[in-house]
């Protein structure tokens, strides 16, 4: 299909409709079962890229410890000395490391893998609930299983490649770090490469960051319309990208100022909801969270899903 270029699409205009599409799914009339089948479907489409987490720490030391770190040598002895002990230890009991690391990481692959496959799975089902204003789980999960298997083949793909690709420049920061603190290369020379390759690293983080954007918000609807195939649905969508490449950075500058405002939004909802009887915890309960803010995720789908309706009938989703 020759990609078309209209002459007026706008990152403002699918505001309205979204929010239209909201009201009548989920307010006209309200159903809380509905809320509820759908609210499943949207935990699984989003299911385990909300995950936040907090850390934090940090401590002192008594004046005698800090001056003794101010001294170069001694600074430079205590490192040494800390790198030769945990290789002592780790060399010591190499007999337990070895397999714990082992069945750890399986365990933590397996579940990625699992939960990767579900929300590739739950994409599609939350999709074709808001596409067609239904609220089904068990259609979906069935017709969209070869598409949800493919989308689920394409992001390991993706994932594999980015661990590659920033494999190097993360190995380079680590080798360039050790260098410094060890003594054996002056800082000055060791900052410059610390810096390159950190922007380096940033910049493919940006790159992988649009690629999963764009397979979410746009490839995902055009394998709804068309094929169950991923990298068919991916060059449909760069044909039409590569026609329209301010059109879809504004959308994602956009996407940025949708992000901030539904950010503030919850977040002053929430503190409101703790003057009640600390109700809004309930936010924090995974499925539960997901069913109180449906609403949110609706609008997000919705309006990804109009802004590509801007591009031709032929990526209506609405018109199913």
């Known amino acids: 299909m020759t990609p078309e270029k209209p002459n007026r699409v706008s990152v403002i205009d699918p505001i309205t409709p979204a929010f239209e599409r909201v009201k009548v799914m989920l307010f006209r009339p309200f159903d809380l079962r509905k809320w509820f089948v759908i609210g499943f479907c949207a935990w699984l489409a989003y299911l385990g890229t909300n995950?936040?987490?907090?850390?934090?720490?940090?401590?002192?030391?008594?004046?005698?410890?800090?001056?003794?770190?101010?001294?170069?040598?001694?600074?430079?002895?205590?490192?040494?000395?800390?790198?030769?002990?945990?290789?002592?230890?780790?060399?010591?009991?190499?007999?337990?490391?070895?397999?714990?690391?082992?069945?750890?990481?399986?365990?933590?692959?397996?579940?990625?893998?699992?939960?990767?496959?579900?929300?590739?799975?739950?994409?599609?089902?939350?999709?074709?609930?808001?596409?067609?204003?239904?609220?089904?789980?068990?259609?979906?999960?069935?017709?969209?299983?070869?598409?949800?298997?493919?989308?689920?083949?394409?992001?390991?793909?993706?994932?594999?490649?980015?661990?590659?690709?920033?494999a190097l420049p993360v190995l380079g920061i680590v080798f360039f770090i050790i260098m410094m603190v060890t003594g054996a290369v002056p800082g000055v020379a060791s900052i410059p490469g610390i810096i390159i390759f950190g922007l380096i690293i940033f910049a493919l983080s940006i790159v992988l960051l649009l690629a999963k954007k764009f397979t979410f918000d746009f490839v995902v609807p055009i394998m709804f319309l068309r094929t169950a195939n991923c990298m068919a649905g991916w060059r449909e969508f760069l044909a039409i990208l590569s026609?329209?490449?301010?059109?879809?950075?504004?959308?994602?500058?956009?996407?940025?100022?949708?992000?901030?405002?539904?950010?503030?939004?919850?977040?002053?909802?929430?503190c409101i909801g703790c003057c009640f009887c600390c109700a809004s915890l309930l936010l924090l309960i995974p499925y539960i969270g997901t069913v109180i803010l449906l609403p949110v995720f609706v609008f997000k789908r919705s309006y990804s899903l109009y802004y590509l309706k801007q591009f031709g009938p032929d990526f209506d989703v609405f018109s199913m």
């Open 51 to 166: 995950v936040g987490g907090g850390g934090g720490g940090g401590g002192g030391g008594g004046g005698s410890n800090w001056k003794a770190l101010n001294k170069p040598q001694e600074r430079q002895a205590q490192i040494t000395e800390g790198i030769n002990a945990a290789k002592e230890f780790i060399s010591d009991n190499l007999f337990w490391i070895i397999p714990v690391v082992v069945i750890v990481a399986v365990i933590i692959i397996g579940i990625s893998l699992l939960i990767a496959w579900l929300n590739s799975r739950g994409r599609f089902m939350f999709l074709h609930c808001v596409a067609t204003d239904k609220s089904q789980v068990k259609a979906p999960w069935h017709e969209f299983r070869e598409h949800a298997n493919s989308l689920f083949i394409f992001r390991i793909a993706l994932c594999i490649i980015s661990l590659f690709a920033v």
């Open 243 to 270: 026609v329209n490449k301010v059109r879809f950075a504004l959308y994602i500058l956009f996407q940025i100022v949708i992000a901030i405002a539904i950010g503030t939004i919850v977040f002053v909802g929430f």
